[in-house]
Structure formats: structure tokens, C-alpha cells
């Protein structure tokens, strides 16, 4: 390691290639952990999912039958790497059901809140005018307009003053 000026540490050759090797080992084991904790828990899961919303594994698999008949190279590369990841396709479906279901039952709550409530109002008995309404506020707009000089915009001198 040697040392800038400004003091930031600076790897050279072989201590570089030690710490990228060191982090795709650490990134290698703790992937492989997550694989071995969601393949014990992928049954579990497809099973919360389908009792949750079984239409997100239905589209799921819409999904890659469509890209199955768009290109059938890829399709099978996409069934291969399914079937690697199952575990995590499974955590990715039952989050996926999660979300929308609570998304869904939320939606119902604030439904049935704004059926159930009711609003206080007062009917009012008086007639409006809206002739004279209209009248008045056109009358007070081009006061407004008579009274702004659109020449003091324009004019940098006064404003400076």
C-alpha cells in the first residue's frame, strides 16, 4: 500500500487482485447460504403464495411462455435458470403475492372507510345570481389590470431605484 499526498491509500498489483478475490469468496459463500436457507424454505413459500394470490405464478409463467414463443433459445435459457433458481424465483413469487395482497386488502380498507363515513354539509337556500357573480369578477379583474402599468415592468431604471 502506498501512500498519496492527499492520503488515500492506493492497492497495487497483487494486493488488489487479493481483495477482489477475497470479496468474490465472501460474496460466493453468503449467496450460497442464501440459496441453502431458500431452497429449504421454497415449499413453504410456493405454498403461502398460492394461498395468497395464485395468480402471480400463473403470470409468471405466462411470462415465460411468451418469451418461450417470442424466441425459443431464450426461452429455454429462462426455464434452465427457473429451475436452477427455483429458491429464489419462489421468494421473488411469494413477495410478489405478499405485496399485492396486502396492496389489495389495504385498497378494500380505504373503500370501505370512505363508504362508511359520511359527510356533514348544509343545504343552502339562497339563490346565485350568476350573472351579477360574473359581472363583478370581470369588473374587478380589469380594475386590477387598469391599475397595473405594464411600462413599470419594462422599465429597469425605476426598478433599480
Known amino acids: 500500500m502506498i501512500n498519496n499526498r492527499g492520503g488515500f491509500v492506493q492497492f497495487r498489483g497483487w494486493q488488489s487482485l487479493l481483495i477482489?478475490?477475497?470479496?468474490?469468496?465472501?460474496?460466493?459463500?453468503?449467496?450460497?447460504?442464501?440459496?441453502?436457507?431458500?431452497s429449504l424454505l421454497a415449499l413453504?413459500?410456493?405454498?403461502?403464495?398460492?394461498?395468497?394470490?395464485?395468480?402471480?405464478?400463473?403470470?409468471?409463467?405466462?411470462?415465460?411462455?411468451?418469451?418461450?414463443?417470442?424466441?425459443?433459445?431464450?426461452g429455454i435459457g429462462a426455464g434452465l435458470l427457473v429451475a436452477f433458481?427455483?429458491?429464489?424465483?419462489?421468494?421473488?413469487?411469494?413477495?410478489?403475492?405478499y405485496a399485492q395482497f396486502k396492496s389489495g386488502r389495504t385498497q378494500e380498507e380505504v373503500e370501505q372507510q370512505k363508504m362508511g363515513e359520511?359527510?356533514?354539509?348544509?343545504?343552502?337556500?339562497?339563490?346565485?345570481?350568476?350573472?351579477?357573480?360574473?359581472?363583478?369578477?370581470?369588473r374587478e379583474k380589469r380594475k386590477e389590470e387598469d391599475e397595473l402599468n405594464y411600462w413599470d415592468l419594462l422599465d429597469d431604471d425605476k426598478s433599480k431605484k
Open 118 to 138: 359520511y359527510v356533514d354539509y348544509e343545504e343552502v337556500n339562497e339563490a346565485v345570481d350568476t350573472d351579477t357573480l360574473l359581472e363583478e369578477l370581470n
Open 44 to 74: 413453504p413459500l410456493l405454498l403461502a403464495t398460492i394461498i395468497l394470490k395464485y395468480q402471480v405464478i400463473l403470470n409468471f409463467f405466462k411470462g415465460l411462455g411468451d418469451i418461450f414463443q417470442r424466441s425459443p433459445v431464450l
Open 20 to 38: 477482489t478475490f477475497g470479496f468474490l469468496l465472501l460474496l460466493y459463500f453468503i449467496t450460497r447460504g442464501l440459496y441453502y436457507i431458500l
Open 85 to 97: 433458481l427455483h429458491p429464489f424465483v419462489v421468494a421473488f413469487l411469494f413477495f410478489r403475492a
